[in-house]
Structures are given as C-alpha cells and as structure tokens.
C-alpha cells in the first residue's frame, strides 16, 4: 500500500514545512502563556493547590506549557477541569483532549498547553516538576497556593 509512496518520497514521509520565523514562534508562546495563565487562574479560583505552570517547549516537541495543579477530591477536580474547559472554548475557541471524567490524575490537552491535575498522593508519586526539572517555571500573576506536598 505505501509502496507507490516511498518509491516516489523515499522512505522520510514526514518533514515539518512550517518552520516559522522567530518572531512569529514568540507570537505563538506569548498567545500560548495567556491561554496558560488564564488556566492557571481558574485552577486557583477554584481552591486549587501548589499551581505551577511550566514552559516546556524547548524539552519537548508536543507542546509549549504544562499546567499542574493539586485538588483534594474528584468532585473538585471535576470542577476545576469543567470551569476551564468553559472557559477555554468560550475566550479561546479551544477544546481539549484527554480525560473527560474525574481521576486521581486529570489531563486536559489544549495541544500548546496541558494540563495535570492531580490528587496530593499521585502528585507526589508522579512528581512531574522533577521529571521536568529543567523546564522554566513561569511567574502567576495572581495569589497561589505555594507549597502544598502531602
């Protein structure tokens, strides 16, 4: 079936053409960071702990910022996640991927943005801050909970 393709392309099917000048990749973080901080908002307004917000983009190649952020039951991560998936097609027209339902560890994919929230014992366990240890912590513009740890 993919015969034809490779003895036209060669066996390198994928190839990114939309390398973007650097101004417009600092366009896209800077639109991506708003999007990010707006998150990390409703996170806080809804009694959401310990909430960091990493820029991840020069470690990975799927997305710009990881959002993660501590709840205490799953009826709040449910409302956490539910309030920024309002909010996120409502300002932003963005819908995630992941999980829809409430766990132990929520993941909503806005593909530049993701967002983790956990329970405090899967937060400790999967401790992504330090998996990620040398992505850079962005500032919040707002009043956080610091230094939750179970």
């Known amino acids: 079936m993919f015969e034809k393709l490779f003895n036209k392309y ?4 994928y190839r990114r ?3 973007k000048p650097p101004s417009a990749e600092v366009d896209d ?3 991506s960071l708003s999007f990010a901080v707006a998150m990390a908002k ?21 997305t710009q910022f990881f ?18 998936r309002d909010l996120a097609e409502k300002k932003y027209g963005k819908v995630p991927t992941g999980d829809a339902k409430p766990n132990s560890w929520t993941l909503l994919d806005f593909g530049d ?4 929230i956990f329970l405090p ?18 500032e919040l513009p707002f009043e956080n909970q610091h230094n939750f740890h179970n």
């Open 113 to 116: 943005v993701v967002i983790h």
């Open 29 to 31: 973080d800077a639109e």
């Open 42 to 62: 409703v996170a806080s307004e809804v009694k959401a702990a310990d909430i960091k917000v990493l820029f991840v983009k020069p470690l990975v190649y799927w």
């Open 17 to 19: 053409n939309d390398q």
């Open 10 to 13: 060669g066996k390198v099917v």
């Open 67 to 84: 959002i993660i952020a501590t709840a205490f039951s799953r009826p709040q991560i449910d409302a956490i996640g539910s309030k920024m």
């Open 121 to 138: 014992q899967q937060r400790a366990f999967y401790n992504l801050e330090e998996f990620y240890g040398n992505a850079t912590p962005i």
